[in-house]
């Protein structure tokens, strides 16, 4: 089955500072890459994604690069206020294509 | 406000005994879906629903049930078959089952006694 890898496990950043989360997948077929962000005893919730026919996505702080050859997909954060200490979570697919998550990011943004 | 409301937060099972998660939403979505999310590791699919009365086995579904009566409804059953029970457990919906945007409920915290 797909599989997606998701690095690094835990980031620790100073306020102000940039964040970047990879994730490398192996099936080429995939068309959909979400990223989810779960606060402390919440569910996970979309805050940005990217489709294959896009390379790149930016949403105020946050964009999303997609590098299809390399099969590789990377968030990165601008600015990290303590607010974005979270666990993010990368994805490929949704609606008719099986979702398959990465394992997570614990991102903490020290004030 | 619309969303999906999980009950109850934290819950704890003993040994051989069903335990039942409620998930409610109010989205007038078509399709439902039970993850599992256990320390490390991604969201494990268990069931899904594309529409009432018909539900399909996710990758993890053995030792678990559910029922789609209502639309509004998905309620998951953890039996005494699940041996390995303790995780956290989310459900969530789609519009339609075409639908890529997931959204999520707040989770219910399963303990074993």
């Known amino acids: 089955g797909e599989n997606v890898e998701q690095h690094p496990s835990t980031l620790s950043v100073q306020e102000g500072d940039s964040a970047v989360i990879k994730c490398t997948y192996s099936?080429?077929?995939?068309?959909?890459f979400p990223w989810y962000k779960q606060e402390l005893g919440k569910g996970p919730q979309l805050i940005i994604d990217i489709r294959s026919n896009v390379g790149e996505k930016k949403d105020q702080r946050i964009a999303v690069t997609l590098n299809k050859t390399a099969k590789h997909f990377s968030l990165h954060i601008t600015e990290t206020q303590p607010e974005d200490s979270a666990v993010y979570f990368c994805a490929l697919g949704g609606g008719y294509q099986k979702v398959t998550f990465g394992t997570g990011t614990k991102l903490q943004v020290i004030p | 406000d619309g969303g999906i409301t999980q009950s109850p937060k934290y819950l704890f099972r003993k040994e051989g005994q069903n335990v039942t998660l409620s998930c409610e939403q109010n989205?007038?979505?078509?399709?439902m879906y039970w993850y599992r999310q256990d320390p490390g590791q991604g969201l494990r699919l268990i069931y899904y629903?594309?529409?009432?009365?018909?539900?399909q086995k996710g990758d993890i579904a053995e030792g678990y049930s559910v029922s789609r009566e209502k639309k509004e409804s998905f309620p998951l059953t953890v039996t005494s078959a699940q041996k390995n029970p303790t995780a956290f457990y989310l459900c969530a919906s789609t519009e339609g089952w075409s639908s890529e945007k997931l959204f999520f409920g707040s989770g219910t915290q399963l303990s074993v006694l």
């Open positions: 629903s594309q529409i009432v009365n018909d539900f």
């Open positions: 989205l007038n979505h078509d399709a």
């Open positions: 099936d080429s077929a995939s068309n959909y």
